[in-house]
């Protein structure tokens, strides 16, 4: 158990448990006693805190200032931000990485890149309709989602993306996995809507540094709930002993 949690009774056990805040008060007491075992020299933090502020557009301490102020922060939080940020990436980089490639296989199809256009009406009719309409060339995918859907993507004249594969309808993410560029799919019932579907690209995943870093932190988090979990389990057992 972590010293810093000795202070917890049973009282106050309950008391979190009550308000839902146990495990967000356990995770980021792990977090804060994972990350520790990360150590950086204030050189390498400045160097951190610098390139970071660039990325971020600022380029001079007025920008600054007005960046804080817009935020609600000062320096010295924003600069505890960037630290932690760096330290969470080092962590996984030293405790993970001998499981990256085969997290990034496992979950290789659903990170895939999609972007489709879709329309999306209650009218099975309506969406045969349409989808005759477009097949046969007597108007585009753009025009008839903006007059026609019932969702958000008629605001969009269609298009949806690009979104990993995984975020979909499973029966929506299949259709288009399976799918080529720029064909039509006939009408499908999801979820009460008949959907009219287009892909437009796919971009299959890759191992680079950026999802390196993705898988990383995934493990991690998967790291962070099962240790939440034992040490909210073992707090609870306290309770009722």
Not at 69 to 90: A, P, Q, T, Y
Not at 150 to 170: A, D, N, R, Y
Request: hydrophobic share 35%; aromatic share 8%.
């Amino acid at each position: 158990m972590l010293d810093t949690l000795n202070c917890l009774n049973q009282k106050s056990i309950a008391l979190l448990e009550e308000h839902q805040l146990l495990e967000p008060l356990l995770r980021a007491e792990i977090v804060k006693s994972e990350l520790s075992k990360i150590l950086l020299d204030q050189e390498e933090e400045k160097k951190e805190i610098d390139e970071s502020i660039k990325q971020m557009g600022i380029t001079n301490e007025e920008d600054l200032k007005k960046w804080l102020s817009n935020n609600k922060m000062d320096k010295n939080e924003l600069s505890r931000v960037i630290i932690k940020k760096l330290r969470i990436k080092l962590y996984c980089e030293k405790k993970f990485s001998n499981k990256v490639d085969s997290r990034f296989l496992d979950r290789k199809s659903s990170l895939d890149i999609i972007i489709y256009s879709i329309i999306k009406v209650k009218d099975p009719f309506k969406a045969r309709e349409l989808y005759l309409r477009l097949i046969n060339n007597e108007d585009n995918f753009g025009n008839l989602a903006e007059k026609y859907s019932e969702g958000l993507e008629s605001k969009t004249k269609g298009l949806v993306g690009p979104i990993e594969l995984s975020k979909p309808h499973p029966a929506l993410s299949g259709i288009l996995k399976s799918s080529k560029p720029g064909i039509i799919n006939p009408p499908i019932e999801i979820q009460g809507f008949w959907l009219v579907t287009r892909l437009e690209s796919y971009d299959s995943a890759q191992l680079d540094d950026f999802m390196r870093e993705k898988m990383g932190k995934e493990l991690f988090n998967d790291y962070l709930e099962t240790k939440t979990n034992e040490l909210s389990e073992s707090f609870r057992n306290q309770s009722f002993s």
